[in-house]
């Protein structure tokens, strides 16, 4: 049973801490998973061509 069948909050309800997951807002900017891992596979070989081309 999840806490909003139970009828209580739990702990973080109680202790006047937000719960996040319950909460989602419809202005917030939605971003692809598939884009993220695409930016750090990007970000990883810019890096690595930086680090080849000018060696410490």
Do not use: H, N
């Not at 909003?4 to 971003?31: C, H, N, T, V, W």
């Amino acid at each position: 049973m999840s806490a909003k069948k139970q009828g209580g909050g739990g702990f973080q309800s109680a202790a006047g801490l937000m719960r996040y997951f319950d909460e989602e807002d419809e202005m917030s900017p939605k971003i692809d998973p598939r884009a993220v891992v695409a930016a750090c596979i990007i970000m990883m070989v810019i890096v690595s061509l930086a680090r080849w081309q000018w060696p410490y």
